[in-house]
């Protein structure tokens, strides 16, 4: 149940959209890319959206990170630390992206980022959100739902209680990331691409909507919240003895003929970490 | 149409099973790691099959190959060279597999080798032999085709005219390469496991009939072969421009909305290299 973002009288005006977080997921690269070269489809016309490539020095080698896992290092931590010579390259790059996309937490900071992400797994088309006190995002994710009707779109919202918030776009005043599957790391696939392309296209509408003073209503809406964590069996000397069978139900298929299956008090999906 | 492979009278008695030959291909790597803990279901009557991993140090890494694609390091060339101390990893590999296992083209080589990939391509359940001559793969690949239902299973015959043969199962007498996907690199997907497993279950079936003096008769079959290489459409840059729509037909899908059709003769279908 979410209550009215209208209460946010301001509209948003500076809109960021990051491809390529991780180097190697390529949706968003390629989309990101593109609007580089043609920022045209981004285009509405009570706000600018400025799209940016989040980690280059991870694009141009193809994998996910150089130093250390840039979607986790917008902490205090990081973010105040000081220049030191034996630093990962990501830290000086979340301090940099701070600086342009935040100060996070300040008046200055954009006021929305989109974050693209792919996953090899099985999640769909999913919308992953902090938490649900997140009004204007949780306001989008059911816009999305309601108007982008190709594939499901179920929420995840993956901050747990009283933890600080790490990811690129707690930069920007409020955001969304993506998180589309299952596509191999380095790879594009024309559908997945295309998928993104509309549901960015759709949460723009939504923005353009909320600035123009539309008024969305409350409404209740499914979302999921991590509930445990699971470590795969192994074998004695640590490799994993068993694989997950997808679709769910979540399915343990253990290579020497024995099943696990995951007992749950409430309908559960695996994700993976 | 081929003709029939009882002229080949002596029946087989060595057979490798080789997963990991590419270390992030991870089908086959579960597949051997699972039958050299329990060898059990790889057993038949009247031959013995070894199961072994490709490449040890790669599959450690979880990369395609360490120094070069071991692969494509059974040439004469890679075979019968001399020890030297910045060659790669591979080079030395490959001469102990072809100690092990061969010598290539000797009467000493193992009567059949299989050998396990994965692709993130849709290729399906794919049968990879090296030409249509070979009688008894091919033999094998009709029968295959017969008793497993799960999915179709097409032929590729990758050997290009007078080109030497330089895979890991042409170390053997005989081969077969199964090429399974779509499955990301590092990734286990428990169908495409289950499929291998019983794709490998079903040619051990054919073998030990075959040892037992089954007759097979002659038959007419369909099998795929290049006929052409098309490079992706580049930007000025040389980023490319496009990418292909999957199931088939072949379409390039171009970001900047314009689309390329692949035009063939003949009904063709795309595989990536």
């Known amino acids: 149940l979410c209550s009215s973002p209208s209460n946010r009288s301001r509209p948003l005006s500076c809109v960021a959209v990051c491809g390529g977080t991780h180097g190697n997921e390529m949706s968003g690269i390629y989309l990101a890319k593109h609007w580089l070269r043609d920022p045209m489809e981004l285009q509405r016309s009570s706000f600018a959206v400025t799209p940016f490539l989040g980690n280059p020095r991870a694009i141009e080698k193809c994998v996910r990170y150089v130093g250390q896992d840039l979607n986790r290092t917008f902490t205090t931590e990081f973010l105040s630390s000081t220049e030191a010579e034996d630093e990962p390259y990501e830290v000086v790059l979340?301090?940099?992206i701070n600086q342009t996309y935040g100060p996070?937490?300040?008046a200055q900071a954009f006021d929305f980022m989109f974050d693209l992400h792919n996953t090899t797994a099985s999640m769909g088309t999913c919308l992953i959100v902090d938490s649900e006190e997140s009004l204007l995002p949780m306001h989008m994710c059911h816009y999305i739902q309601m108007h982008y009707t190709r594939s499901p779109c179920p929420?995840?919202?993956y901050k747990l209680p009283g933890e600080e918030t790490y990811s690129?776009?707690?930069?920007?005043?409020?955001?969304?990331?993506?998180e589309l599957g299952p596509?191999?790391?380095q790879v594009v696939r024309a559908d997945l691409f295309s998928q993104?392309?509309?549901i960015i296209a759709c949460a723009l509408d939504f923005i353009e909507l909320f600035n123009?003073?539309?008024v969305f209503p409350a409404f209740e809406i499914e979302a999921y919240k991590i509930t445990g964590r699971m470590d795969y069996p192994c074998y004695p000397d640590g490799e994993i003895s068993a694989m997950v069978v997808v679709p769910a139900p979540a399915l343990l298929f253990s290579l020497g003929g024995r099943n696990h299956s995951c007992s749950s008090r409430m309908p559960a999906k695996p994700t993976w970490q």
């Open 94 to 96: 979340a301090r940099e």
């Open 104 to 106: 996070k937490g300040s």
């Open 155 to 157: 929420i995840y919202l």
């Open 168 to 178: 690129i776009n707690s930069v920007a005043k409020a955001g969304l990331a993506l």
């Open 183 to 185: 596509q191999p790391q």
């Open 196 to 198: 993104m392309r509309d």
């Open 212 to 214: 123009k003073g539309t």
